[in-house]
Each structure stands twice: as C-alpha cells, then as structure tokens.
C-alpha cells in the first residue's frame, strides 16, 4: 500500500473528529469542565446584552433624580461587573483545562504514531519518504491543538451564543427571533458548505505535496555526499524547484479559495446586519421598543455577530486541521502488514535449529511465487553460507527467518516453535544481523555498541569492542566511547562502522547471527580485521551469511546455492567446487579471474 495519501477522502471529517473524540473520551471530566466553564462564559456574553437594555432604559428614564430608577440602574451595572467577572473566572477555568488536555492527547498521539510506524513492514518503509512520514506527525499534532481550540473554545461557545440570543430577542419579539436564528443558520450552512465541499479538496491536495515537499527535501539533504561527488548541486536544485512550484500553486489555489470563502461570508453578514436593524427600527416607529430595547437588539446583534464572524474562521480551522490531521489518523488506521497473533508467546531458542517446512512466498500481489513448497534445515550451530546471483531468494530467506514478512503458505521452525506463533520482539531480540550497509544511530559509539543489550556495562561494552577489533580506533578517538558518530554513522569509515555493528551483535549475545557479507566493499586491511571479528563471533552460533565474495566461504559448514527461489545446488565448498556445469563453481571461477585480472 502507497504511503501517500493523494486527494481528499470523502470520509476524512468523519474520521478525524471520531480519532479526535476517541481521545476525548480519556478525558471525560476535563472535557466537561471545560464545556460547563464555556457555557457559562458564553451565558454571561448571552445576558450582557439584556442588563445592557436595562441600564439604558434606567438612565432615560431619569436614574440621577428618581430612586426607584437609580436602583435599576444600579442592579444592572453590578450584573454586568458579575457577569463580566464570571467569565473571566470560568474562561480561565476552561483554557487551563484545554491545556492539560491538549498535551495529554499530544503525548499519547506522537508516542502511538511512532510506535506505529516503528512497527510497520519493511515494505512499508521502503514505499516512501521518512521526511514526508515526519511531517505528516508533526503537522497532524500541530493541527489537534488547533482542533481542540476551535471546538471546545470556539464553535461550542458559538452554538450557544446563538441559541441562546435567538431565544432572548425571541421572548421579545418573535420574529426578531425567527430573522436572527434564520440568518445564523444560513450563515452556518454556508460557511459549512464552502469549507467541505469548495475548500476541503484543494486543501488535502495541496497537504499532500506539502508532504512530497518534505519528502524530496530530506531525500537530497541524506544523500548529501552522493550530490556532491557528482557535483549535482543544480541539478537537485531544479529537481526540487518542480516540486515547489507544483506545491505553490495547490498552496495558493487553496488559500484563494479561503480567501472567496471569507469575502462570501462577510456579504452574507451584512444581509443579516441590514435585515436586524431595519426590524429594530420597525418596531421603534410602531413604538413597539424602547431605547433600552434598541439597545439590547444592537448589542445582541453585535456580540451574535462577532461570534458568527468567527464561526467562519472556526469553521476554516476545522476544515484545515481535519485536513492536517487526515495523513496522521490515516497512518493510525492502517493495519500492521506483520501482526502478532492474539496468542503470541515468547520465544526460546536454546540451540538455534531453523526449519522451512513446505513454504511459500510472494511479494505483495505479485501472484507469481518466489518459494514454492521450499524445505530445507539448518542444524543448531551451523555455518551455513547463501550463495546465488541477485535476485535469487537469499536475502529473502533470512527476512523469513526475521518474520519481516509472513509466509503465504508453510511454516518455519526455530527449535520447532513456529515463529508466526510467537511475538516478533522476542523473536528478534535473539537473532542478532550484520548488515552490508551498517546503519549507526546518531549517538555515541557505546550507545551504539550496547543497543542491542541496553543494560550493558562500560566493561562490557569495551570487551565488545575488542572482540569485534573495534576498540583500538575507538581509543584513539578524542572523546573516545563517547563520540557522536554522525547521522547514520558518517563519520566513521565503512570499516569501522562494520566493527561497530560486529561488537553490537557480540553483545547482543543472541543464538542466531545473520551475516549479509561486510567485507565486499573494504580495503584490506579493514577486510581482514572484520573478517577475523566475524570468525569470533559466529562461535557457538547457528550462523547464516549472504555470501558476496566466495573466497569467505570456503571454511563454512555447508553452502545453499539459490536460483530463484529454490536450492539448487548444496554441500561444503570442496564439494561445490567439483561439480562440473554448477553454478556455484561457475560463481568461483569468475570471481578468481576476475582477481587475478586486477593482480596483474
């Protein structure tokens, strides 16, 4: 499945507000503080209006020489502080809370979606940008805080705002009321049906190449020193500058659609404005209102009308962040391609025997097999080599025994417990890989060494090293096993990554070792001291090693030659080599005038 998300999806409202209400749902009572302590600001913004008249009607009907007025007057200015007062007090209440609640989900959503996207296939990480998948995450947070604002703070306040005013002026007069509510639902619905249906799908596009963006941007800064060396410099430029025009005109369509929206809300507003003061003047002619009455109708209107004023920028948020947010619920939904069954144990290898019983593979939908009915054994402690021309299933094989994928049909045994059986930390914790290419992360060498066994000591750690002929270049290093080694490692030789990855897996400890060959692209020196350090390590291990350069092989135990997807040709390196049309032999024989070619 793609890892881009390319157009809006017509259930994406649907399905962010239910991800987001879902989270809500872990926070009951500081959701509901936060809804009671807005309803009563919004009541007190309701009733300012009222007490307004009041005061108006108190002080034109002679409050400074009439007692009776004066107390009036007095009764509605001190509701008024009251009121004022008291939403200041429940506003507070309710931003506090929203705080608490907004950087629990923040917490618990990074932490989910990491843990997500850890757990996701190989093929999954291959389909795509990681610059894009981190953007996606990050611009999804961003946008839950936005959309928790605007609900809880803002569209919620604004429904009862507009209740609550369609009541008040209604009680008066009906059909004050009736024009009020008639024309706030209007403007609602449409302020609504731009943002779904005109601006929505410009904006999802335009969220997608916004990840595209990230994606090329991260691609051509990781692959840095591959630019330089083909002094591609401009060329990237331009590659990328295709990728920000595409972006900028989905940007500005969007944004231009915004900006139609607004001007389309702002005319809608100015018909309702019209409509209520030309009724309040009606009814003022007819002498059905008084000044205080006019007063309460016009601060009513206006107050109703920043609300409503509002409820479009609101409602824009919402369209925006359920846009934001789209790619991130999206990453949740999608199911783990490789899942631990419901019964899943621990695995325990003791002696480290793999077993291919009948098994068959294929890659995604390719409906075309790579293992068809595919057995074969590997006894505990073996020394078993992977030899074949690219393409041929070896390092397949050993992602099978990784459980990276599952197998269509078969099984495989590890000390006979089936390892779609048993959960994939436990079966992974002890099978220990050494890679070609040895990916470092960008800490210090000993967080590096020990990440295979978190706990390990600094004695440990450092007999590691020395094991795998690491710590000679580690001592001399200035700050020494507390060197940053780089963003994947760059800043350590190929060599000496490989020695890093050697002492990582001999503090692992693990029963099983996956070699695939590191050797293939070193000098000599670097050559001899890794392959002294694999030597050490494949002791008392069932080891399996992709074999590149043949020449590595000849000590092992027994030799699989592959050749798509089936074992062709099997025995010890004596053996293979005396079988006359063998494609193992054939392999050797190539790669030794191909070194004596360079010798001379």
Known sequence: MSRFHIGPRVDAFRDVLAFTGSHWS?????????????????????????????????VANGAATEAVAWHAALAAFYMLVGLALGAIVMRHVAFTCIIDLTLKMLCGISSDAFDRVQRF????????????????????????????STILIALFPSLIMLIGSAVLLGWH??????????????????????????????????????????????????????????????????RLAKVIAKWRRRMRRSWVRGAISGTMQGVTLLALRAAVICYALLLCSRGQATAGDIALVLTSFFVLQGYLRDVGMHVRNVQRSVNDMEELVYIQSQPLDIADCPE??????MKGRIDFKKVHFHYGNDGLPLFRD???????????????????GKTTFVKLIQRLYDVNGGRIQIDEQDISKVTQASLRSQIAVVQQECLLFHRTLAENIAYGQPGASQAEIEEAAQLASAHEFI????????TLVGERGIKLSGGERQRVAIARAFLADAPILILDEATSSLDTESEVLIQNAMERLMVGRTTLIIAHRLSTVRALDRLLVFDRGRIIEEGDHAALVHLNSGIYRRLFERQRWSVAKELL
């Not at 335009?206 to 401009?234: M, T």
């Not at 899943?344 to 290898?349: E, H, L, P, S, V």
């Not at 001592?475 to 507390?482: C, D, I, N």
């Open 26 to 58: 872990w926070q009951p009572a500081r959701v509901a503080i936060i809804m009671i302590a807005m309803f009563a600001c919004t009541l007190a913004d309701v009733l300012t209006p009222l007490y307004t008249g009041r005061l108006v009607d108190a």
């Open 121 to 148: 296939s190989t093929d999954w990480h291959a389909n795509g940008f990681t610059g894009s998948t981190v953007r996606q995450i990050t611009r999804g947070m961003g946008a839950l805080d936005l959309l928790n």
């Open 173 to 238: 007069w009906p059909m004050m009321g009736l024009i009020i509510a008639c024309g706030s639902l209007a403007y609602v619905g449409l302020t609504i049906t731009l943002s779904l249906r005109y601006i929505a799908p410009s904006a999802s596009l335009a969220n997608s190449w916004d990840s595209r963006l990230g994606g090329a941007l991260a691609d051509a800064i990781s692959c840095n020193p591959v630019v330089k060396g083909f002094a591609a410099e401009q060329r990237e430029n331009e």
């Open 344 to 349: 899943a144990k621990q695995i325990r290898i």
């Open 374 to 392: 595919f057995s074969v054994s590997i006894k505990a402690g073996e020394r078993v080599g992977l030899v074949g021309p690219s393409g041929s």
């Open 475 to 482: 001592a001399r290093l200035p700050k020494g096993y507390g």
